[in-house]
């Protein structure tokens, strides 16, 4: 980082030389982890476990440390790269069928648990309860597909496109590389001597030594990585009563029925169909202005607004956001159920003419992506690209709005893996404490509800696509913002034949008021509930108006900061009273300008009252006498070097640009000036004002009844 190298070596030195080397230091010692010809099963069994979870390990030899410096380590570490990234795309293809053979799947070629002389070509599978057995058996045919059959060419040029593209990526952002980038690298490099090349050198060796890998050759490396003996199988399951857990023996046979089978090479499917056949006519810049921070507004003919902030900070990236107001809001409450789920599944689908499946395929080596949802407020796009791949994200946003795609089998997987992720939930202590806690603060506003396991079968995909294109077939009133490697010249005809070519009806909306306002007054529920490792968790939130104001954001981040400060020497450094105390508190504008402060902690159920009781304590001095300067100045320090950091992010400019255009509110201009205007006075009046209020509740959960 920016530091002065010998101030900061000479500190170190004064602050490690007085520790005295013992004579006789321990060894650290590695233990060799022993094969297995055998299979191994571990089975165990947890009460707070929500789904049957098996974890298959192909234990191999780790590649010793002294090697790593090899240029064959990179080779075979791009080889095992391609074979996860390929294989992985097989198993979500399978997650995508009518009736997938499990909720999640994964692998990954790491070290075997905590083994530093042991690697594994690990797969992890989640099922629903009756289905571990299936989950395994998908799991291990994919796994003894692709060791007997390999990977074909298709697949391979997808995912090295995919490799080279994201290696590119980092290749051109060479000169903005974060400080934590190169901490990470650098542990790696001391704990596991991992190379550290450097992104130009690496790009310039993967270069040259990937057009000379084929496909056979990768998969030449996969009986290295999985074999016939060596596997460790690791499951976990729920501990509930009538749930038959499998035995050894049972998931044994799920294996070896497996092995037994005659397999048939996998069929990639691709098409070269283009996103879009033909490209819209398109509209016209009509308008071209000013706009905030150095931004340009343009207005399509359509009536879309586009705002365009240019930045250098970023060579490889341009990022999108867009809103419309209205949102679900204006859907009734008997609808809820479908509104909690139609983000999911409105775009299980894919778009156009493609799958989900076919979509990341044919995107296969270009950066862009695009995400649509309707929050309660607004409609809107989020996305990202490299300027080269520009018009790819264009095209993504005409058919999100055009196009979105049903498919019924996508969507009966959705609701079978949705529903076996729900049915255990209440398994999980911190689902009685978001229903109590929800239930405290909305006090059952239908719009609050949280989705069950028996509610799936309620889900209307034909309904939600119907409010989903609703909220889409009028683009006359939305804002894009784009902000990063920006060029005008090239862009703006794109702009003008894809986002001018949206559908406009130019109606005029905004969103409702459905009134789910937080409980006013005071309220404390303190509730026992039997956990498996003994605890209380607490939260108390305090909420209240407020204007929506940029000093007034300022002073709601500035307690939140002095607060964890406090509570870090009082409630963990004092009393011992638990590992942290998160205060996190923020500011709404819509429906209505409203401040919330929520402080959550866990402790040991004996200190929950007297934790609480500090924690009050503290916040109600704070109201009554302000923060201390040290702890002012030094939130005011932390703040302004913050903000120069973020200053030079596109994300930052997207936020600023969205608060601007969306709330009417400039949260940049005077940003400096503010934090350093504002006394220990304003913090106290703020936080008392706040306080007055007397909007305070209290949810607590505890392992075991305390006086």
């Known amino acids: ?25 321990a060894e650290r010692e590695y233990f060799q982890v022993p094969d297995n010809k055998e299979t191994i099963v571990a089975i165990e069994t947890d009460k707070e476990q929500a789904n049957p979870v098996a974890y298959l390990c192909y234990k191999h030899e780790a590649i010793p440390n002294e090697q790593k410096g090899n240029m064959d380590y990179l080779v075979v570490n791009y080889m095992k790269s391609m074979i996860e990234n390929m294989l992985n795309a097989r198993l979500n293809e399978l997650t995508q069928t009518a009736n997938p053979p499990f909720i999640f799947a994964q692998v990954s070629d790491q070290e075997f648990l905590i083994s530093k002389t042991k690697d594994a070509f690990t797969g992890i599978v989640a099922s629903k309860e009756d289905g571990i057995d299936s989950a395994i058996t998908a799991i291990v045919r994919e796994i003894e597909r692709a060791h007997k059959f390999g990977f074909t060419a298709s697949e391979y040029a997808r995912a090295k496109a995919d490799y080279l593209r994201m290696l590119e990526s980092a290749y051109n952002e060479r000169n903005k590389v974060k400080n934590g980038a190169y901490v990470d690298e650098y542990v790696r490099h001391f704990i596991d001597n991992e190379p550290i090349p450097g992104i130009e050198n690496e790009y310039a060796i993967i270069n040259q030594i ?32 009538g749930l038959k857990v499998p035995s050894k023996k049972e998931v044994l046979a799920a294996i070896n029925k497996v092995k037994a089978e005659t397999l048939t090479a996998y069929e990639d499917k691709v098409s070269d169909e283009p996103l879009i056949p033909e490209k819209p006519q398109g509209g016209k810049i009509t308008k071209q202005e ?72 044919v995107l296969a080596g270009k950066k862009a992506s695009v995400s649509a949802s309707v929050g309660g ?10 300027p080269k791949d520009f018009e790819t994200l264009m095209q993504l946003v005409y058919l999100s709005f055009t196009a979105p ?35 405290a603060l909305y006090m059952g506003h239908p719009r609050t509800i949280r989705m069950k396991a028996d509610m799936v079968d309620k889900i209307d995909y034909a309904r939600i696509m119907e409010m989903y294109k609703d909220r889409f077939k009028d683009a006359s009133d939305f804002t894009f913002i784009f902000v990063g490697n920006i060029k005008p010249e090239e862009m703006e005809p794109l702009i003008a034949t894809y986002l001018g070519a949206l559908p406009s009806v130019n109606r005029k909306e905004t969103f409702r008021d459905n009134h789910i306002d937080m409980r006013q007054g005071d309220y404390k529920n303190i509730f026992n509930k039997k956990l498996e490792t003994p605890k209380a968790t607490v939260l108390v939130i305090n909420n209240g108006q407020c204007a ?82 040290e702890n002012l100045n030094k939130v005011k320090e932390f703040m302004l070097k913050k903000y120069k950091e973020n200053a030079k992010e596109n994300s930052y400019w997207v936020n600023m640009l969205d608060e601007y255009f969306w709330e009417g509110t400039d949260m940049n201009t005077g940003y400096a000036d503010i934090v350093n205007s ?30």
């Open 1 to 25: 980082g920016d530091i002065d190298v010998d101030k900061i070596e000479a500190k170190i030195k004064k602050i490690f030389s007085p520790i005295k080397m013992p004579e006789t230091p």
């Open 377 to 386: 407020n607004t409609e809107g796009l989020s996305g990202s690209c490299s």
């Open 678 to 707: 504002i006394t220990a006075k304003d913090l106290q009046e703020f936080t008392k004002a706040l306080l007055e209020q007397n909007n305070r509740i209290e949810v607590s959960m505890t392992s075991e009844e305390t006086k």
């Open 210 to 241: 990937v057009p000379n890998l084929s496909v056979e050759m990768v998969n030449s490396l996969i009986p290295a990585l999985v074999t016939d003996s060596n596997l460790v199988v690791n499951v976990f399951f729920p501990e509930k009563e």
């Open 548 to 629: 929506y104001t940029l000093k007034n954001q300022i002073m709601m981040s500035m307690l939140s900061q002095i607060l964890n400060i406090m509570y870090t020497e009082s409630v963990r450094e004092k009393e011992g009273g638990t590992y942290g105390v998160s205060a996190f508190g923020s500011l709404t504008k819509y429906p209505k300008e409203k401040a919330v402060l929520q402080i959550y902690f866990d402790t040991d159920p004996a200190k929950r009252a007297k934790m609480t009781d500090i924690i009050l304590n503290e916040l109600n001095q704070f109201a009554n006498e302000g923060p201390s300067t």
């Open 290 to 361: 000013n706009g905030p921070f150095g931004s340009t507004i343009l207005t399509l003919s359509n009536g879309v607004r586009v705002i365009l902030k240019q930045t250098d900070f970023k060579a490889d990236e341009i990022r999108m956001r867009a809103f419309s107001p209205g949102g679900s809001s204006l859907f009734p409450n008997d609808e809820i159920i479908n509104i909690n789920v139609m983000n999911d599944v409105a775009s299980i689908g894919g778009l156009g003419n493609f799958s989900n499946v076919d979509l990341e395929k």
């Open 405 to 439: 795609r049903m498919d019924n089998d996508a969507f009966t997987s959705f609701k079978n893996r949705l529903q076996a992720s729900l049915a255990n939930q209440e398994a999980n202590p911190m689902t009685a404490l978001q229903d109590t806690l929800q239930k």
